[in-house]
């Protein structure tokens, strides 16, 4: 049997360890890196320690689940996120990262998943979509058919994304934002809560409105 451990003990953690329990699924403990949370039962899950503790498992005897939900990307940020940091650690050390998928969340025959991805409950994946690796779509954002997500972004609650749309990798799209059919969004773009997407949004840009339109970045 391999062994189930969180990266994580907040909020996201908490979502994550429900869905997990309603698949049936045990998880053995916890880490995070705040010290303050150490030593507590998270829903049931004892939190061990830090990120350090891992390594006092071999990566063939556990699986990891990266459960920090704060992907570090939002207006005015960019760059290596702290959930993206932790994945590529862990994995560069022969650690594997298990997804997440939702009993509740509806995902199509066709949709494919890479590994370490977070379907939350109530999404929606229609027919060819492609969720790239340690992405989360998360409560009841929608990809229609033929969408592309990279690797490493968040699709926050309640996204609508159309057909064959397209992101980048490391990309956050803010609660309630649209997007129409074949739009392309960039690495490292940030689109925020509530946009209307109706045109490309180009790597590393941030938009925001109705319709959504370039913001510059704070220092």
Same mark, same amino acid.
Request: net charge neutral; hydrophobic share 45%.
């Given at each position: ?116 991805? !977070?379907?939350?409950? /109530? *999404?929606?994946?229609?027919? $060819?979509?492609?969720? &790239?690796? %340690?992405?989360? =779509?998360?409560? #009841? +954002? ?29 990309? !956050?799209?803010?609660? /309630? *934002?649209?997007?129409?059919? $074949?739009?392309?969004? &960039?690495? %490292?773009?940030? =689109?925020?809560? #509530? +946009? ?24």
């Amino acid at each position: 049997m391999t062994d189930l451990i969180l990266i994580g003990a907040g909020g996201h953690a908490r979502v994550v360890i429900e869905i997990l329990k309603r698949a049936r699924q045990t998880i053995v403990a916890a880490v995070d890196a705040n010290p303050k949370l150490h030593g507590i039962n998270l829903d049931g899950v004892p939190v061990i320690g830090g990120d350090e503790k891992i390594l006092d498992r071999k990566p063939t005897d556990v699986m990891l689940i990266n459960a920090v939900g704060n992907v570090g990307l939002a207006i005015g940020q960019s760059g290596l996120s702290v959930r993206r940091g932790l994945f590529e650690r862990f994995t560069a050390q022969g650690y594997r990262f298990g997804s997440v998928i939702s009993p509740d969340a509806t995902v199509a025959s066709t949709a494919h998943l890479d590994h370490g991805c !977070h379907i939350i409950t /109530g *999404a929606i994946l229609h027919p $060819g979509a492609k969720v &790239g690796a %340690n992405t989360i =779509i998360n409560t #009841g +954002a929608q990809l229609d058919h033929d969408c592309i997500v990279g690797a490493h972004c968040h699709i926050a609650p309640g996204v609508i994304f159309s057909g064959a749309v397209t992101v980048g990798d490391n990309v !956050h799209v803010g609660v /309630g *934002a649209a997007v129409v059919q $074949g739009i392309r969004i &960039g690495s %490292n773009a940030v =689109i925020g809560a #509530g +946009a209307v997407v109706t045109a490309d949004v180009p790597a590393g840009i941030t938009v925001l409105g109705c319709p959504a339109r370039p913001v510059e970045r704070r220092p």
